[in-house]
């Protein structure tokens, strides 16, 4: 995998196997906020993360400080670094090395894991997703994220991504019972079967399904691809965590990279 092999920390904030945050372990990404980020003069209630062409990162309407905690967000989380940033009046964008947008090869999982992280760090210093939206009508367009203000929630979160015509990645599952509640849910739903399953890399667990799923034409797979998105939904709220997006992350720009959103798992707030 090159560069994208080294794993800095593992994913955001939780101890291995436990599915809980370690409450000893201070976030060194976060910043103190107090009762969180409230809208005033000079505090937007909302703001945006846009990713833009096939490597950048924008950041429009944030505080000046957050864009300190997107940088070190992006210093270990995304290992092959950063090659260039640039700002102005109420906007910063960083420019990543290689290409995180175009979700192929070696950086489809890497950049799933960055937003991960993302969405983790923006939560724990209280910007939290209010909606992912397609403003852009050109075909190689990806969501833009809005961010509300609030107070700092240390949450868990893991992505669900599918890919090609016919597979599913679960990535960076909190604990063992997630990942066997995901390959459970995905067997039971898919009446054509499995084809394949393994550790595609470390804590991402992918399965080929028969059929082409994502590419369905027959009424059976069209139902059961939604039934499968049924049934993970329902799977992963029993075991308390919720949908906290779909996110398209990918430039969709070839028939072999077809577009299709992200889905970013949260715990609950209870």
């Given at each position: 995998m090159g560069p994208f092999k080294r794993d800095p920390d593992g994913?955001?904030?939780?101890?291995?196997?436990?599915?809980?945050?370690?409450?000893?372990?201070?976030?060194?990404?976060s910043v103190s906020m107090g009762a969180g980020p409230t809208a005033g003069p000079s505090q937007p209630?909302?703001?945006?993360?846009?990713?833009?062409?096939?490597?950048r990162?924008?950041?429009?309407?944030?505080?000046?400080?957050?864009?300190?905690?997107?940088?070190?967000?992006?210093?270990i989380a995304w290992p092959v670094g950063l090659q260039s940033s640039d700002g102005g009046p109420g906007w910063f964008e960083f420019k990543l090395r290689g290409y995180p947008w175009s979700a192929q090869g070696r950086e489809?999982?890497?950049?799933?894991?960055?937003?991960?992280?993302?969405?983790?760090?923006?939560?724990?210093?209280?910007?939290?997703?209010?909606?992912?939206?397609?403003?852009?009508?050109?075909?190689?367009d990806k969501d833009s994220l809005m961010f509300r203000a609030g107070p700092p929630v240390h949450r868990i979160i893991f992505a669900v991504t599918f890919n090609e015509t016919d597979k599913i990645r679960i990535i960076d599952p909190p604990n063992d019972s997630i990942q066997q509640g995901f390959i459970q849910?995905?067997?039971?739903?898919?009446?054509?079967?499995?084809?394949?399953?393994?550790m595609k890399e470390e804590r991402c667990y992918?399965?080929?399904?028969?059929?082409?799923?994502?590419?369905?034409?027959?009424?059976?797979?069209?139902?059961?691809?939604?039934?499968?998105?049924?049934?993970?939904?329902?799977?992963?709220d029993a075991m308390g965590y919720e949908l906290l997006g779909?996110?398209?992350?990918?430039?969709g720009m070839s028939e072999d990279n077809r577009d299709m959103d992200a889905w970013f798992f949260a715990a609950k707030i209870v």
């Amino acid at each position: 995998m090159g560069p994208f092999k080294r794993d800095p920390d593992g994913p955001p904030g939780y101890q291995e196997g436990s599915g809980g945050y370690l409450p000893e372990k201070k976030d060194p990404y976060s910043v103190s906020m107090g009762a969180g980020p409230t809208a005033g003069p000079s505090q937007p209630l909302f703001a945006c993360l846009h990713l833009s062409r096939e490597d950048r990162l924008r950041l429009l309407g944030f505080p000046p400080h957050i864009t300190e905690v997107i940088k070190n967000t992006l210093a270990i989380a995304w290992p092959v670094g950063l090659q260039s940033s640039d700002g102005g009046p109420g906007w910063f964008e960083f420019k990543l090395r290689g290409y995180p947008w175009s979700a192929q090869g070696r950086e489809a999982v890497p950049s799933k894991r960055l937003m991960i992280h993302l969405l983790h760090h923006l939560s724990n210093a209280g910007w939290h997703l209010a909606a992912s939206t397609d403003l852009s009508k050109k075909s190689w367009d990806k969501d833009s994220l809005m961010f509300r203000a609030g107070p700092p929630v240390h949450r868990i979160i893991f992505a669900v991504t599918f890919n090609e015509t016919d597979k599913i990645r679960i990535i960076d599952p909190p604990n063992d019972s997630i990942q066997q509640g995901f390959i459970q849910t995905v067997t039971r739903c898919w009446s054509a079967g499995i084809q394949d399953q393994k550790m595609k890399e470390e804590r991402c667990y992918q399965m080929k399904l028969r059929g082409n799923p994502w590419y369905a034409s027959s009424s059976q797979q069209v139902n059961d691809a939604r039934y499968l998105g049924l049934g993970l939904l329902s799977t992963f709220d029993a075991m308390g965590y919720e949908l906290l997006g779909c996110i398209d992350m990918n430039t969709g720009m070839s028939e072999d990279n077809r577009d299709m959103d992200a889905w970013f798992f949260a715990a609950k707030i209870v």
